[in-house]
């Protein structure tokens, strides 16, 4: 008999099984099966069209499914009412969009504060300090979003998306719309909070050096997970993200 210790099982705090997106008679996502591990980074790369986004905003509760389940932090997202996944994604879920989606009308600390004040719950003010301190944001606190840089009000999402210690943060090709200089700075940031916070990151990208920072790469095409494309470029963009 062997006595040995088998491998240790990873801990998910997310994960998919079987995932089906149609819209109509075309699915976006085709059987899609993925296991996110606590205080991971992982990059799903893939082309445009690819299914990266529609599987971001299936896990989030955005979408609903064709068919298959989500699981994050124990919880099927996929049964759960309107009402109870509108408190998942404001309890348990942190998402970073590309397009930023700031209220126009609040101030920086406002917007950060927004998902406390939704959930009528006082947020950590120590926490809320390292996060401010972090991004470079505590003399823009009383600014509003129209007075900011685009990698300013992604630095102000990042801290929406982080200040409820969320299970997961989910990344929208969080660096689509920014200059390499603030492209770099918010993928450096979203590493940071994985090595120092050991936050669970999962972001949708379609360019190879933007996924780089990630510890695991994934790579999604036509809606199904596929093996490495050989010869792939090592960027898209190599303007952007260029040193």
């Given at each position: 008999?062997?006595?040995?210790p088998?491998?240790?099982?990873?801990?998910?705090?997310?994960?998919t099984?079987?995932?089906?997106?149609a819209?109509?008679?075309?699915e976006?996502?085709?059987?899609?099966?993925?296991?996110?591990?606590?205080g991971?980074?992982t990059a799903?790369?893939?082309?445009?069209?690819?299914?990266?986004?529609?599987?971001?905003?299936?896990?989030?509760?955005?979408?609903?499914?064709?068919?298959g389940?989500?699981?994050?932090?124990?919880?099927?997202?996929?049964?759960?009412?309107?009402?109870?996944?509108?408190?998942?994604?404001?309890?348990?879920?942190?998402?970073?969009?590309?397009?930023?989606?700031?209220?126009?009308?609040?101030?920086?600390?406002?917007?950060?504060?927004?998902?406390?004040?939704?959930?009528?719950?006082?947020?950590?003010?120590?926490?809320?300090?390292?996060?401010v301190d972090?991004?470079g944001?505590r003399?823009?606190?009383?600014q509003?979003?129209?007075?900011?840089?685009?990698?300013?009000r992604?630095?102000?999402?990042?801290?929406?998306?982080?200040?409820?210690?969320?299970?997961?943060?989910?990344?929208?090709?969080?660096t689509?719309?920014?200059?390499?200089?603030?492209?770099?700075e918010?993928?450096?940031?979203?590493?940071?909070?994985?090595?120092?916070?050991?936050?669970?990151v999962v972001?949708?990208?379609?360019?190879?050096?933007?996924?780089s920072?990630?510890?695991?790469?994934?790579?999604?095409?036509?809606?199904r997970?596929?093996?490495?494309?050989a010869?792939?470029?090592?960027?898209?963009?190599?303007?952007?993200?260029?040193?």
């Amino acid at each position: 008999m062997d006595l040995r210790p088998g491998p240790a099982r990873v801990e998910h705090v997310a994960e998919t099984t079987g995932l089906v997106k149609a819209h109509g008679a075309v699915e976006a996502l085709r059987g899609v099966s993925i296991g996110f591990a606590r205080g991971e980074f992982t990059a799903i790369l893939g082309p445009p069209g690819s299914g990266k986004s529609t599987l971001l905003h299936c896990m989030a509760g955005l979408e609903p499914v064709t068919s298959g389940r989500v699981v994050i932090a124990g919880t099927d997202v996929t049964r759960l009412s309107a009402g109870r996944l509108a408190k998942l994604r404001r309890d348990r879920l942190g998402f970073v969009f590309r397009e930023f989606n700031l209220l126009p009308l609040l101030t920086v600390e406002e917007n950060i504060r927004l998902t406390g004040r939704l959930a009528s719950r006082r947020i950590d003010e120590e926490w809320f300090a390292t996060l401010v301190d972090a991004l470079g944001l505590r003399e823009r606190l009383g600014q509003r979003p129209a007075d900011l840089s685009d990698g300013r009000r992604q630095r102000v999402a990042m801290a929406r998306a982080l200040v409820n210690r969320p299970e997961v943060v989910l990344a929208d090709e969080p660096t689509g719309d920014l200059d390499a200089v603030s492209g770099r700075e918010v993928l450096s940031f979203l590493r940071g909070a994985v090595d120092a916070y050991g936050q669970t990151v999962v972001m949708v990208t379609q360019d190879p050096t933007v996924a780089s920072y990630a510890d695991r790469i994934l790579h999604l095409n036509d809606g199904r997970l596929v093996d490495e494309p050989a010869g792939a470029p090592m960027s898209l963009f190599p303007e952007r993200l260029s040193a």
